[in-house]
């Protein structure tokens, strides 16, 4: 039998975290499949205002509110349809504290998406919280909510407008 000394515990420990780190890296450069999580995750990256061409669309319909050709838009152009830094910092707070360690506030998330008044601005917000915590905006708040909550905020989401 196994003799329980701390070191014999140190160990294991040290085992059990190394083959953690080992399949890590090997899912990481694809020698191992996704997990159902990495899946979903996906899919949600796969909706048209997380697409990367989405930057395109936006700047195409920019051009035809402001009666300019694409390479004719200037940053103040493109400014007047992007939320300002204060009011991303707001929201990025909000979603922040809304996550809980028992209790999550889904009305602040709610709240958070139903203030982003397009999804162009939903665009350029999704960039900024990807600065701050390294990950978008819809894999954070999936994190804690649950599919009747998330597939509320996809609704909200889906019935902003471009600009």
């Given at each position: 039998?196994?003799?329980k000394?701390?070191?014999n515990?140190?160990?294991?420990a040290?085992?059990?975290?190394?083959?953690f780190a080992?399949l890590?890296?090997?899912?990481?450069?694809?020698f191992?499949?996704?997990?159902?999580?990495?899946?979903?995750?996906e899919?949600?990256?796969?909706?048209p205002?997380?697409?990367?061409?989405?930057?395109?669309?936006?700047?195409?319909?920019?051009?035809k509110?402001?009666?300019?050709q694409?390479?004719q838009l200037?940053?103040?152009?493109?400014k007047?349809f992007?939320?300002s830094s204060?009011q991303?910092?707001?929201?990025?707070?909000?979603?922040?504290n809304?996550?809980?360690?028992?209790?999550d506030d889904?009305?602040a998330?709610?709240s958070?998406?139903?203030?982003?008044?397009?999804?162009?601005?939903?665009?350029f917000f999704?960039?900024f919280?990807?600065?701050?915590?390294k990950?978008?905006?819809?894999e954070?708040?999936?994190?804690?909510?649950?599919?009747?909550?998330?597939s509320r905020?996809?609704?909200?989401?889906k019935?902003?407008p471009?600009?």
């Amino acid at each position: 039998m196994m003799e329980k000394s701390p070191l014999n515990v140190l160990k294991w420990a040290t085992v059990i975290i190394l083959i953690f780190a080992l399949l890590s890296l090997l899912r990481k450069f694809g020698f191992l499949g996704q997990t159902d999580e990495e899946a979903n995750t996906e899919k949600l990256l796969d909706a048209p205002q997380f697409k990367p061409t989405f930057l395109t669309t936006i700047k195409q319909a920019i051009a035809k509110a402001r009666n300019k050709q694409v390479s004719q838009l200037t940053s103040s152009d493109i400014k007047l349809f992007t939320p300002s830094s204060s009011q991303m910092l707001q929201w990025k707070d909000a979603l922040i504290n809304a996550k809980g360690i028992f209790k999550d506030d889904e009305s602040a998330v709610y709240s958070v998406f139903k203030s982003i008044g397009s999804q162009t601005k939903l665009y350029f917000f999704n960039e900024f919280f990807k600065v701050y915590t390294k990950k978008d905006v819809v894999e954070y708040v999936s994190d804690f909510m649950n599919e009747d909550e998330m597939s509320r905020v996809y609704l909200i989401i889906k019935n902003k407008p471009l600009l």
